[in-house]
């Protein structure tokens, strides 16, 4: 009834705030998660492919070198720039795409703005298949990658919003479960094409990535919109049948019309504090408030930020991007393929522990422990590397231990910092600045993704001006995770099986030290004095607009 007025009321019953939810509701949600495929297998096949012979000769003008000429095959490769500006130009795009995002996903809505994020991919993605030489490649490879900077920013935020709160770490977590596939499938695609001698070499891998564009825009025509979203729009009728929707549940059930006065409340409340001033004041929102305050916005928007580097600078896309020069370096390894496609199987494997972990370890513990077990595997890998692992003997067992331990490392990141990060940045914004500060803590992931792109092959190159680091690079990696370790030992509070809006409450009370033992006990539906009168929601702008009058007072 578009224009008539809906009447919520709710009570201030903590425990009952959230709907039991069907098992078409979970699927609902966790489909979301099949975005994940697109950032996994956008960031697999590129490495594969610009080994291909077919793809090196169309690209470099040069002829199939002479299996018996060492120096022609040496010189039959694509230079390191080009390489490096290919790979990285996708994590440029997914930064400027991200960024964006946000501002769109408020604007026409979350769904939306993924499935406008698959039609921008898709775009990227004609040119890459189109071209046969390097500028349309190149092109073609910024727009697709702002394209997965939309999907990767925004699943997230949709997830969040739409998860129930028992499982929305373990929901979000699929998100990362379907990156891990990704990357296996461009794997195996880049595999079964690279003899071709035909242009179906290169174009059969990225052409592949289509069908992950329209099964996830066809898909999200049947989901429904983020119940927050309406609620940031004012549209109280369009949350209350989004809720009901998601959570499988009648619109006049207690539970939705709780949940919802509960998230309309907290709206209000955060709405209040946060002014909303021009389109810039908006962005400056984000960085306001205190350092020392763990519930200011400017403490939010750093932790999401640093989250996501941190992530990054674990190494783990050393392995992904770099793992076949890698493993070719120790010497001893006769198919280095195989070993990364090992690596991408074990990450693959290990990540569905992490449904469970995170809900029943939660985000922060598992954060901790995670990464003290990286250092520890990272180190082992660094030292042996450095004695044993420099004999170049046939099958030396020091270089299979380095393998062994180089995947308790994936396998340990796939179960923790692989989902956790994703799972928090989604988890610790209020709704004003959610969909920013998802994009800006995304950007700041593929940021530091296309720093590691761009620098490590240098670190370990072996020419003339290279460090050469070899093995040694895991010393660094290791102590990057110490840095990692001290930041979710200090700064990573426990958000697990809160609402979003009980999250935001959490942070005013505690300190990260003491967040895991917070109780719900209190609404802000009760707070703002809704649960007493309920609340007579005429279609709105009105929320926005009221409290916007009220922080003008
Ligand atoms: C990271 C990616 C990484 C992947 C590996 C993701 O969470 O953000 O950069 O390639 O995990 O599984």
Not at 29 to 44: E, N, P, Q, V
Not at 490 to 505: A, I, N, S
């Amino acid at each position: 009834m578009p224009g008539g007025a809906v009447v919520f009321t709710g009570t201030a019953d903590t425990s009952r705030v959230e709907a039991p939810v069907t098992v078409k509701a979970y699927l609902m949600c966790a489909f979301a998660a099949f975005g994940g495929i697109f950032f996994g297998y956008d960031t697999g096949w590129m490495s594969g492919v610009l080994a291909m012979p077919y793809f090196i000769r169309q690209y470099t003008g040069l002829d199939y070198p002479d299996p018996n000429d060492a120096d022609a095959k040496a010189a039959f490769v694509i230079s390191a720039r080009d390489q490096s500006l290919t790979t990285s130009i996708l994590s440029a795009g997914t930064f400027f795409g991200a960024i964006i995002a946000g501002d769109v996903a408020d604007f026409i809505g979350r769904r939306w703005t993924i499935i406008t994020g698959c039609g921008i991919f898709s775009i990227g993605c004609i040119l890459e298949v189109a071209s046969t030489g390097l500028a349309v490649m190149v092109v073609g490879r910024f727009i697709a990658g702002c394209g997965v900077g939309f999907i990767s920013a925004i699943i997230i935020l949709y997830m969040s919003e739409i998860a129930p709160k028992k499982v929305r770490g373990a929901l979000v977590s699929g998100y990362q479960f379907c990156i891990t596939i990704g990357i296996v499938l461009a794997n195996c695609v880049v595999y079964a094409t690279q003899n071709r001698k035909d242009t179906g070499s290169y174009r059969i891998p990225i052409a592949v990535q289509f069908l992950w564009a329209i099964i996830l825009s066809v898909g999200l025509f049947f989901l429904p919109e983020s119940p927050r979203y309406f609620v940031k729009k004012g549209q109280l009728e369009k949350a209350a049948n989004a809720l009901a929707h998601v959570r499988g549940q009648p619109i006049d059930s207690e539970f939705i019309q709780e949940e919802l006065a509960e998230i309309i409340a907290n709206h209000e409340y955060e709405m209040s504090v946060i002014p909303q001033t021009s389109y810039m004041g908006g962005w400056t929102n984000c960085f306001s408030g205190s350092l020392t305050n763990g519930a200011s916005n400017i403490r939010r928007t750093l932790l999401g930020i640093l989250m996501q580097a941190m992530q990054q600078l674990t190494g783990i896309n050393f392995i992904f991007y770099f793992g076949n020069v890698f493993f070719k370096s120790l010497g001893t390894i006769k198919n280095p393929f195989l070993i990364s496609l090992t690596t991408s199987l074990v990450n693959m494997g290990c990540t569905p522990v992490s449904f469970y972990i995170i809900e029943k370890l939660g985000r922060r513990t598992i954060l901790i422990w995670g990464a003290a077990f990286m250092v520890g595997f990272q180190f082992i890998v660094g030292i042996v590397g450095v004695t044993a692992g420099r004999l170049e003997k046939h099958d030396n067992p020091a270089v299979s231990a380095m393998i062994a331990f180089i995947c308790f490392f994936i396998g340990t990141f796939a179960v923790t910092w692989g989902p956790a990060a994703w799972v928090v940045v989604g988890e610790i914004f209020p709704l004003p600045i959610r969909s920013r500060g998802v994009g800006l803590s995304t950007a700041s992931n593929w940021f530091w993704n296309c720093i590691i792109s761009v620098i490590t092959p240098y670190l370990v190159g072996t020419a003339k001006h290279d460090a050469n680091l070899g093995a040694k690079i895991f010393f660094m990696w290791g102590s990057l995770c110490i840095i990692s370790f001290v930041f979710a030992l200090f700064l990573v509070p426990e958000t697990k099986g809160l609402t979003l809006e009980q999250v935001d409450r959490m942070l005013e009370e505690t300190t990260p030290w003491t967040s895991a033992a917070w109780v719900p006990h209190d609404t802000f539906a009760h707070e703002m004095g809704l649960t007493e009168k309920g609340i007579d929601v005429a279609p709105v702008e009105n929320v926005e607009q009221s409290t916007n009058e009220k922080s003008a007072v």
